[in-house]
């Protein structure tokens, strides 16, 4: 899978932006981090395949990459029912020298 297919969009919203801003420094039990993006990703992408694509395409060191599966919701449309889309999310963490302007 090629690197921009793997990630679809950066997911831009007010808990993102904030938890993009939070870094923290080294403790005895704890490596320092820097802050943490969340992403659209392709759903059959898998973690080193996202943290390949967030190095390359930004240009960054990426500390841990977690992943959660967001199912699609029943919606009514007129007298039938259907199913938004299912899409995976990805928050990528990166090493505390780096962060990426876009958020």
Not at 71 to 92: E, H, L, P
Request: net charge positive; proline share 5%.
């Amino acid at each position: 899978m090629d690197i921009y297919h793997t990630i679809v969009r950066p997911l831009v919203t007010e808990k993102g932006t904030h938890q993009s801003q939070q870094s923290y420094g080294a403790t005895k039990t704890r490596p320092a981090r820097g802050g943490a993006y969340a992403f659209e990703v392709h759903p059959d992408a898998r973690k080193p395949q996202i943290r390949e694509a967030i190095e390359k395409i930004y240009n960054v060191k990426v500390a841990s990459v977690r992943t959660a599966v967001r199912s699609g919701k029943r919606r009514r449309y007129r007298f039938t029912y259907g199913q938004t889309r299912s899409w995976k999310k990805a928050i990528v963490v990166l090493k505390p020298d780096y962060h990426i302007d876009l958020f």
